[in-house]
């Protein structure tokens, strides 16, 4: 694989590769009690590369029998628009309106819990799959944020594993809690109940 161009970037993939065609983690074993979801961070001026990383790996997934289902979170928000036939009125809001304003309406048309994990489920019932990736995270944001869509996925997606690739960093500390921080700037508010793939070991 040659991903010269980021210091480190090779051996991300080598690694993703090397956990999501265990068995072990196909199987969801060491989890616990917790729902498999993981959070793969990554720099964001990595985020080239690590569309690269993701498309590289679906293809040598399937290759070793490993059925990636790919959610991207922008191409769905576009499909949501469309489906609802409010990309155009939105469009043409956003001349009329404030920024906060046209945040508010974005979050109220885009509802995680009424419309975009329904959505998502629909795709999950679709076809067949080993494990879920869900990408486009820093392009749907501020209206649509990382912890709400986890939250709220809990309930739809605890049977396959699942790996949202993060622009920034998943922390963790004693007195606070993991935390998303998105571009490595914006804590994403606190979500606890997610693995860092790579402290993931086979």
């Known amino acids: 694989m040659n ?4 210091p480190g970037i090779a051996e991300k993939y080598d690694h993703l590769l090397k956990v999501i065609s265990s068995r072990r983690f196909l199987a969801m074993q060491g989890l616990g009690n917790e729902v498999p979801f993981f959070i793969c961070p990554f720099p964001p001026a ?14 040598a997934l399937e290759k070793k029998g ?3 289902l ?13 489906k609802r036939n409010i990309f155009k009125r939105i469009f043409e809001t956003e001349k009329k309106v404030s920024k906060d304003q046209l945040l508010e309406l974005l979050q ?13 489920g629909e795709k999950m019932a679709a076809r067949e799959f080993d494990v879920m990736f869900i990408t486009g995270v820093g392009e749907v944001f501020p209206y649509l944020r990382s912890h709400n869509v986890l939250n709220n996925l809990q309930s739809t997606a605890k049977e396959k594993p699942t790996i949202l690739f993060f622009p920034g960093s998943y922390t963790f500390s004693l007195g606070e809690g993991s935390s ?23």
């Open 70 to 82: 790919e959610v991207n979170l922008y191409d769905l928000v576009m499909e949501l628009l469309e």
């Open 3 to 6: 991903m010269s161009a980021t």
């Open 108 to 120: 109220g048309v885009l509802d995680a819990e009424k419309h975009l994990i329904p959505a998502i």
């Open 46 to 59: 990595e985020t080239v590369d690590m569309q690269r990383v993701q498309k590289q790996l679906v293809k």
């Open 180 to 202: 998303l921080d998105l571009f490595g700037r914006l804590r994403d508010d606190k979500y606890y109940r997610a693995f860092d793939i790579f402290h993931y070991d086979i």
């Open 66 to 68: 490993v059925h990636i």
